[in-house]
């Protein structure tokens, strides 16, 4: 049986153009976050949700440090947690993505 091992770095935000929000974000493919503080909407992109994470931080309407996107309903959820609060977990139906700060990088343990 394999075991996952996770390595955090620092991954500080850097400025980019404003034209695609998701440079703003650390990409985890085929994992979710379990977790309370979710606020959903459906048949957005991925880029739409970025860009609504990131307006809900701006604007200090809600803490959204993270959001989960099911690839195939189009769903999006808003996160007040991070991948440093909780453990990332495998699934297939959703991508999980994270606001700059500690990038934690999914590695095989020997």
């Given at each position: 049986?394999?075991?996952?091992?996770?390595?955090?770095?620092?991954?500080?935000?850097?400025?980019?153009?404003?034209?695609?929000?998701?440079?703003?974000?650390?990409?985890?493919i085929h994992?979710?976050?379990?977790?309370?503080?979710?606020?959903?909407?459906?048949?957005?992109?991925?880029?739409?949700?970025?860009?609504?994470?990131?307006?809900?931080?701006?604007?200090?309407?809600?803490?959204?440090?993270?959001?989960?996107?099911?690839?195939?309903?189009?769903?999006?959820?808003?996160?007040?947690?991070?991948?440093?609060?909780?453990k990332l977990?495998?699934?297939?139906?959703?991508?999980?993505?994270?606001?700059?700060?500690?990038?934690?990088?999914?590695?095989?343990?020997a």
């Amino acid at each position: 049986m394999e075991k996952k091992c996770l390595l955090y770095s620092d991954q500080s935000l850097t400025p980019s153009d404003g034209d695609d929000p998701l440079a703003e974000f650390s990409p985890y493919i085929h994992y979710r976050l379990p977790g309370a503080g979710k606020i959903s909407f459906q048949q957005l992109s991925v880029s739409e949700c970025a860009h609504l994470c990131l307006q809900a931080a701006e604007g200090n309407m809600f803490n959204c440090s993270s959001f989960e996107f099911m690839t195939a309903t189009s769903d999006c959820f808003l996160m007040d947690i991070s991948c440093e609060d909780q453990k990332l977990l495998p699934d297939k139906s959703r991508h999980f993505y994270q606001l700059g700060g500690k990038f934690v990088e999914i590695i095989e343990c020997a």
